[in-house]
C-alpha cells in the first residue's frame, strides 16, 4: 500500500516529441505527488509537484496529469529536448509532518538529437 | 547561494567497518533527511530530522543511525557495514514548513562496500 509503481522502466523520445511516464499509488492518504529530474552524479532536483485539488498542473514544458479517482499521475514533457535526458522519479506523500515520502523506481529518459 | 553539501563524495570501506556521511542544509532550512538510492532504483528514506530532533525513520536496521547539530547539520552512521550497504547516500534539506515539500538534495556520498 506504501508503493509507487512507475512506468515505463526507460524510455527513448525523437527530439520534439512528448515523453509521457506515469505512476500509480494505493494509499489514498497521499496529498502530495512531486516529481524529480536526476542527472547522472547529482542528486534528484524537483522538477514540478501537484496536489489532488487539481486534475492538472504546468511549469514550462512540464505537465503533470492528475486522476484522483484512478489514482494515477503523469509527467509530459513538451517540445523534448536532448538536455531533458535524465532519470524521472515521481513520488508521493502525505502532508503531515510525520509523513514519509515514496519514491518510485525511475524512468531513464533519452531525448534522441 | 551554496545549495546542500555533502562530503565526503566517495568512500570505500570494507565490511564490519562504521562510516559517518556527514551534510550541511541550505542556509536557513531547518529540516534534514537522509536517503539510501541503490543503483538503478529511486531514493529510499532513512531518517527525518527537525530542530535536531528525529521525526521520521524508514525501514532500516538499528545499525543506522543519524543526529542533526544546533546549525542544522546532520551525520549519518553506519555500524557493521554490509555488502548491501553499498550505495549513494542523499542528504536533502527543506524549509521547516512542510516536511516533504521542495526537498533540496545533495549530490550525494557513494558509499562502496567491499
Known amino acids: 500500500q506504501q508503493q509507487v509503481k512507475q512506468s515505463p522502466q526507460s524510455l527513448i523520445v525523437q527530439k520534439g516529441g512528448i515523453p509521457i511516464i506515469n505512476c500509480a499509488y494505493e494509499?489514498?492518504?497521499?496529498?502530495?505527488f512531486p516529481w524529480y529530474q536526476q542527472f547522472p552524479g547529482k542528486g534528484p532536483a524537483l522538477l514540478i509537484a501537484?496536489?489532488?485539488?487539481?486534475s492538472e498542473k504546468k511549469e514550462g514544458r512540464f505537465t503533470i496529469s492528475f486522476n484522483k479517482s484512478a489514482k494515477q499521475f503523469s509527467l509530459h514533457i513538451m517540445d523534448s529536448q536532448p538536455g531533458d535526458s535524465a532519470t524521472y522519479f515521481c513520488?508521493?506523500?502525505?502532508?503531515?509532518?510525520?509523513?514519509?515520502?515514496?519514491f518510485g523506481k525511475g524512468t531513464r529518459l533519452h531525448i534522441l538529437p | 547561494d551554496a545549495g546542500v553539501t555533502q562530503s565526503p563524495t566517495h568512500l570505500i570501506k570494507t565490511r564490519g567497518q562504521h562510516v559517518t556521511l556527514r551534510c550541511s542544509p541550505i542556509?536557513?532550512?531547518?529540516?534534514v533527511s537522509w536517503y539510501q538510492q541503490v543503483l538503478g532504483q529511486g531514493p529510499q528514506f532513512i531518517f527525518q530530522y527537525y530542530e535536531k530532533e528525529e521525526r521520521g525513520r524508514g525501514n532500516f536496521p538499528d545499525r543506522f543511525s543519524a543526529r542533526q547539530f544546533p546549525n542544522y547539520s546532520s551525520e549519518l552512521n553506519v555500524n557493521a557495514l554490509l555488502l548491501g550497504d553499498s550505495a549513494l547516500y542523499l542528504c536533502a534539506s527543506s524549509p521547516a514548513t512542510g516536511w516533504n515539500e521542495k526537498l533540496f538534495f545533495g549530490s550525494g556520498t557513494q558509499l562502496s562496500v567491499l
Open positions: 513520488a508521493a506523500s502525505g502532508m503531515n509532518r510525520d509523513d514519509k515520502i515514496i
Open positions: 542556509s536557513g532550512h531547518k529540516s
Open positions: 501537484i496536489r489532488p485539488d487539481v
Open positions: 494509499n489514498t492518504a497521499f496529498d502530495y
